[in-house]
């Protein structure tokens, strides 16, 4: 496999779901560990100069992860995660909004179900994530929020972390 290191984020057909690919360096178990640890995700899932801030995580079935994205200035921005499958170091489903500081959603922005998909190549993984909305117009709102960006930015966070934290 060779590993490009690209972020890849793309509409589906429907208009309801974006679909991202990305490769990354490090094996499957290392990868899934940054996505399911809030050690670890406080360091990556953020878009710089922001970072995540977990209050709470329960990574399980029936689970949530509960935290801030915080800005240079102080600002924050909480989300709550509310985990609903997962095949351990194969893929988990997700459903995340935006939240006041306990977790009770704010209607600010759509809600989005994830499912995130790890694929070994040997030394190597692929992830697929598919974040399904109710309608284009609720895609649309996230995209221009910043969301393409912002998670390319955050992902890129993660070749880092994989490379120093995880090495």
């Known amino acids: 496999m060779i590993i490009t290191k690209e972020t890849n ?11 991202v690919t990305r490769d ?60 609903q499958t997962i095949q351990l170091q194969k893929n988990f489903t997700a459903l995340s909004s935006f939240c006041d500081e306990n977790g009770m959603d704010t209607g600010t922005a759509p809600a989005m ?7 070994s190549a040997g030394t190597a993984t692929m992830i697929m994530v598919e ?11 996230i995209v221009e929020m910043g969301f393409k960006e912002g998670f390319t930015m955050a992902l890129g966070n993660l070749d880092e972390i994989l490379d120093t934290e995880l090495h």
């Open 9 to 19: 984020i793309r509409k589906d057909a429907s208009g309801k779901k974006l679909i």
């Open 113 to 119: 179900e994830w499912k995130v998909e790890f694929k």
């Open 131 to 141: 974040i399904s909305f109710d309608s284009e117009a609720d895609l649309q709102k």
């Open 24 to 83: 990354f360096d490090a094996p499957v178990e290392k990868v899934w560990r940054a996505w399911t640890e809030s050690s670890l995700l406080d360091n990556w899932w953020a878009p710089r100069p922001w970072r995540a801030q977990t209050k709470s995580l329960a990574f399980k079935e029936g689970g949530r992860w509960l935290y801030a994205m915080v800005g240079p200035d102080g600002t924050r921005m909480c989300c709550r995660v509310d985990f």
